[in-house]
């Protein structure tokens, strides 16, 4: 009984990630939308950035515990999950217009020569130092104020409508809470994430790296699977788009 008690650990985890990011997601919008930042914005920074809380507190996890290659197999594994089997679920069922195309593709070629410089990079050293991961937190941080400010640029009205929602005293309480109780069960999940597929690794004799390319990078892309899913059925598949980019 107790060789199966780490897979259904495994299993749980992965539950409480899924919602308790839901819980994150929805709240982090809210707070958003209440202080007044508008739409565009919240799109292009906040939802992605929320979606992908599951894998940056996976693989941090697993750095902390050092297993180095679970949190390089999370990261990359996720990439690929994302851009693979989301995006071509989203090209197969529906066909999004790229509005922004000048946009669309000076990102997504920034980010190959991104992918591809931590490649090389991975090739010649086998490892990432921490100037290098440095160097890409401030990459992320110019990349966010570029979509920012090219959304103010090209979206001027589209930030000026924001939408009115409940600022009650008992809402503001239960939004955050939630919010925090979102992040907590992030972390906690991941920790349950990460410490069960490790003994799972060991009891199957395969290494972390492949338990962090395929159970748990597709289960922390969940989050961008289900706003992928909700994108095609409220007809706003850009914003699918735009999140796995």
Partial sequence: MEQYLCYLLFALGLVIIIKASDFFVDSAIWVARAT?????????TLVSLCTTLPEAVVSSTSAAHDLPEMAFGNAFGSIVFNTTFILGITFLFSRPPVTDRDTFVKNTFFLLLLAAGTGVLLFIRHEISRAAGLALLFI?????????????????????????????????????????????????????LVDNGTLIAKSLGVSELIIGLTITAVG??????????QSMIKKAQNLSVGNII
């Avoid at 939408?163 to 109780?181: F, I, N, P, Q, W």
């Avoid at 969940?222 to 899913?229: C, D």
């Fill in 36 to 44: 007044g930042i508008p739409d565009i914005i919240v799109g292009a």
């Fill in 140 to 192: 992320l941080v110019l990349y966010l104020i570029m979509n920012v400010v090219s959304a103010k640029k090209n979206n001027r009205r589209a930030a000026q409508r924001v939408e009115r929602v409940d600022t009650s005293r008992g809402t503001v309480v239960k939004k955050l809470l939630l919010l925090a109780l979102g992040a907590a069960g992030v972390i906690f999940g991941s920790n349950l």
């Fill in 220 to 229: 922390t892309s969940l989050p961008e699977l289900v706003t992928a899913i």
